[in-house]
């Protein structure tokens, strides 16, 4: 079992900057790559961006190349979400999600390969 519990949400300004964490606790959290994800209103959860055990891959969502940066760091059980020159479209609740590491490449843009989700961290980015 993994526990994710998100923070760092927020109101913010286009064009400004939030970096959302996420700590596990539980099972071996390098076991695991790591995603987020993200809700809007009236929209399907879609994929933003994920990271290999090792933190030696990043995938991303074309809507936020560029813009966004998925880290951990494995000592502190911690994986991170900077985003910069944040959108309106940005707007959503953002999920961290853990997927097991025998999955890898282009498993991690599905959501159905997540074995645990976080509860879910308010992003509103105002015009």
């Known amino acids: 079992q993994v526990q994710l519990v998100e923070s760092g949400g927020g109101l913010v300004q286009a064009g400004g900057s939030l970096r959302l964490s996420c700590a596990a606790s539980g099972r071996t959290f390098s076991s695991y790559g790591m995603g987020w994800f993200r809700q809007a209103p009236g929209k399907e959860r879609e994929f933003a961006a994920a990271?290999?055990?090792?933190?030696?891959?990043?995938y991303y969502a074309d809507s936020v190349k560029g813009r966004f940066t998925i880290s951990r760091d494995n000592a502190k059980n911690t994986v991170y979400l900077q985003m910069n020159s944040l959108k309106p479209e940005d707007t959503a609740v953002y999920y961290c999600?853990?997927?097991?590491?025998?999955?890898?490449?282009?498993?991690?843009?599905?959501?159905?390969?997540?074995?645990?989700w976080g509860q879910g961290t308010q992003v509103t980015v105002s015009s």
């Open positions: 999600a853990a997927v097991p590491t025998y999955y890898s490449g282009n498993y991690y843009y599905q959501s159905r390969f997540y074995e645990y």
């Open positions: 990271i290999s055990w090792s933190g030696g891959s990043t």
